[in-house]
């Protein structure tokens, strides 16, 4: 059992350090938008034409393949044989080509009423500019069904590393793009360079489906064992899923409203950094998880399934809760060193910063409802999920109405942050009905980790405000204060963890041992 718990953490690790790599430049990637475009007529509408064809495959085709294909293809592994389970896996992926083909074309078509459904505060030049955008970047809708799909296949394979990488290689044709054509070409050519990313994700996982073994067996037999489990979970799962393109739809449309439009531009730099930094983490884990939870479920092995579930959200919460902290007390800072600079005003950095520090108080909500809606979907339930999902959508667009006015871009920020925590909350009160998965312990150590948090909160917050006079102006000052304040934090919630005997940190004080006693 420790082996197989140190391989995971061993793979957890390098995924992790590869997902770093690709959120790296996703930020380098945001930052040449940011003072390329800053908030302005050309940002918010390719903000928008790029969130549209995202949102319509996490709304109908992410579900089938992240929550649906995997726990599939492993009962087939499992029980079935590799050879089955890979015309299965066949099958799947020419019904996701041909269907996500026929939805980037409708999409194409249907462009105009899109953007007015997820923009109507627009004015006339920003929504036809948002139009044309949207046809251009819509077949992307295609090549993330493949790339995805081959996604599923090797994370069901125990291969982690390719698809944690595939988003680096997206984010170096962008990257290019903006050092290379971006004068000569603008915001059509960046339309492009993201389509011509989107299909570099799915090519450069070839060699390594076919180093695991990978055969392709076309195939559009709808009614085989696994394709009609697939429909049987789609439904459910699909709508529980909806929950995160269909909040970022509402506030990107109650955004639009805000600052002639820049509202869109705030809430989707704050909601990416965001997301940036939690999914560093957080996704790394998840993605692991999931198959080994799918393999619990099939083999029947219901300890193991708890047992894995209970320390997958210790430890996530364990980094998860600083990270939250310091994106709070560190959000100006942070949002100006980054994005500030060329057409990234003063304006843009302070509405984005307000939108960055509210949306973090969700990143536990986020983390926790991440790993909990994996074990319902490893179990085959949509159902749970899909009424939690609905709450928390009716939350978000209730709360959007009533904070909108008052409180601008912060309002829809907070918005996201409850929703979030209130999705989480309502997939954790089915799990401990049923069978306790989280034990007296690990709330003790929950309350630990919120302890040894607000202590590095409080530590950094301080220092933030002693440094403020002291520091020079400009990127030179921000980076020292980013790095002094975080540095800080680091060692103060450390400490604390370590007083308070929380488990994560004795692999560390283990290393500091042996170091101590070379020297």
């Not at 690790?13 to 800053?38: C, E, F, H, N, Q």
């Not at 579900?63 to 896996?89: D, N, Q, W, Y």
């Not at 999902?389 to 601008?408: E, F």
Request: charged share 15%.
């Amino acid at each position: 059992m420790s082996g197989q718990k140190d391989n995971s953490t061993k793979t957890i690790s390098i995924v992790m350090v590869i997902t770093l790599l690709g959120k790296v430049l996703g930020l380098l990637r945001d930052r040449l938008l940011a003072v390329s475009y800053g908030t302005g007529m050309a940002a918010n509408a390719f903000y928008t034409a790029s969130r549209i064809p995202r949102v319509f495959f996490d709304a109908v085709f992410a579900s089938a393949i992240a929550a649906c294909f995997i726990p599939v293809f492993s009962e087939h592994l499992t029980r079935h044989g590799k050879e089955k389970a890979m015309r299965f896996s066949g099958t799947f992926l020419t019904v996701i080509a041909v269907l996500t083909a026929l939805l980037s074309l409708v999409g194409m078509a249907g462009s105009g009423a899109l953007v007015s459904l997820f923009a109507d505060g627009y004015n006339a030049e920003t929504t036809q500019l948002a139009v044309r955008l949207t046809q251009i970047m819509f077949p992307t809708v295609f090549f993330t069904g493949i790339a995805f799909s081959f996604v599923g296949i090797l994370q069901s394979l125990d291969e982690f590393n390719i698809p944690a990488l595939i988003s680096t290689v997206s984010n170096l044709v962008i990257i290019g793009y903006f050092v290379l054509c971006n004068e000569r070409f603008g915001i059509y050519g960046l339309a492009v360079a993201f389509l011509v990313g989107w299909f570099l994700q799915a090519a450069v996982q070839i060699p390594a489906l076919r180093r695991r073994g990978f055969r392709y067996y076309p195939g559009f037999d709808l009614r085989s064992e696994g394709m009609k489990k697939v429909f049987a979970l789609m439904l459910p799962v699909m709508v529980s899923t909806w929950v995160q393109p269909i909040n970022l739809t509402i506030n990107s449309r109650f955004g639009s409203h805000l600052y002639n439009g820049a509202g869109v531009s705030a809430i989707e730099i704050s909601t990416n950094l965001y997301l940036i930094v939690a999914g560093v983490f957080v996704l790394s884990v998840t993605n692991v998880i999931f198959p080994k939870l799918s393999r619990q479920v099939a083999q029947g092995d219901d300890g193991a399934f708890r047992d894995t579930l209970r320390e997958t959200v210790h430890s996530t919460l364990f980094f998860v809760l600083p990270m939250s902290a310091g994106l709070v007390t560190l959000a100006r800072p942070l949002v100006s060193f980054i994005y500030g600079g060329g057409e990234f005003d003063a304006f843009s950095i302070d509405i984005t910063a307000s939108g960055l520090a509210w949306v973090s108080l969700g990143m536990v909500g986020y983390a926790v409802q991440n790993i909990l809606s994996r074990a319902y979907f490893a179990r085959q339930d949509g159902r749970t999920p899909l009424l939690a999902g609905a709450v928390s959508i009716a939350i978000n667009l209730i709360l959007c109405i009533v904070l909108t006015d008052r409180l601008q871009v912060a309002g829809l920020a907070i918005a996201s942050a409850v929703s979030s925590s209130v999705y989480a909350l309502f997939l954790l009160l089915p799990l401990e009905r049923k069978g306790r998965v989280f034990n007296a312990r690990f709330w003790l150590d929950f309350g630990k980790m919120l302890f040894a948090t607000v202590l590095m909160a409080l530590a950094v917050f301080g220092l933030g405000r002693w440094l403020t006079p002291l520091l020079p102006t400009g990127k030179l000052g921000e980076l020292l204060m980013l790095g002094l304040c975080a540095g800080a934090g680091v060692v103060v919630y450390f400490a604390a963890a370590a007083l308070l005997r929380l488990p994560e940190v004795r692999p560390l004080q283990r290393l500091a041992a042996r170091f101590l006693k070379r020297g």
